[in-house]
């Protein structure tokens, strides 16, 4: 199976991506990285890698589904079989999604349904403060895109404890840690034909 990346930013989950391919532990090919962001650290990453690097402006396309359209393209070219989003900050169209149904992965710094958007990890922080340390559990979700932002099928999720010592700092380092053992499984699970998407929910096929 040929997957694509699609980053806008520093690439610690790309880079945990890279290794896992590196090491077997992804059983799938990584065949190129896109992003919506020139001076993207995730594209130096995939360079770094030997992996073909793409930047596509969004600025160059009258609307989201034009862009996503130059996108999807690319992924034609590449012989995408499915799409590892990695802290791509672009909400796609539904055209995009149409083209990959239920072959679309997301990671999200939230035990999603909670602190949906784009400062989950802040606001589960800020929650946890004004709650005076009541809010101690935050998390991070790999699930499967539908049109409705933030809100598919979940396949991983694991919990992150705040403590009252933590700064924002300190619990992103914690989730971003998380988030880089549980997305590579995801994606192998996936890759391997182990996930079964049954409306809302994923079923994993045991051995
Ligand atoms: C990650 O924490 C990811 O969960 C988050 O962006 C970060 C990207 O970091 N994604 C979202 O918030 C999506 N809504 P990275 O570029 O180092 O992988």
Do not use: C, W
């Not at 034009?66 to 590449?78: A, N």
């Not at 403060?129 to 396949?155: C, M, Q």
């Amino acid at each position: 199976m040929n997957f694509v990346v699609l980053a806008s930013g520093r690439g610690g989950n790309l880079q945990a991506i890279i290794e896992a391919v590196g090491t077997g532990k992804i059983t799938a090919d990584l065949k190129v990285v896109i992003s919506d962001k020139k001076d993207a650290f995730a594209l130096e990453r995939a360079r770094q890698a030997n992996i073909p690097a793409v930047y596509i402006n969004p600025k160059d396309f009258a609307d989201r589904e034009t862009f996503d359209r130059v996108v999807i393209e690319k992924l034609r070219e590449f012989k995408i079989d499915f799409v590892v989003l990695a802290g791509y900050m672009r909400i796609l169209s539904n055209f995009f999604v149409e083209q990959f149904p239920n072959k679309i992965l997301n990671i999200h710094p939230s035990l999603l349904p909670a602190f949906k958007g784009a400062h989950a990890m802040k606001d589960a922080f800020e929650q946890s403060i004004a709650a005076k340390g009541n809010l101690s559990v935050t998390g991070a979700t790999v699930h499967i895109v539908i049109p409705e932002l933030d809100a598919g099928p979940i396949i991983l999720q694991e919990q992150v404890k705040i403590d009252p010592k933590d700064t924002l700092e300190s619990m992103e380092e914690k989730i971003h840690a998380i988030e880089h053992r549980i997305y590579p499984q995801a994606i192998d699970l996936f890759a391997q034909g182990k996930l079964r998407i049954k409306g809302q929910r994923v079923l994993q096929i045991k051995p």
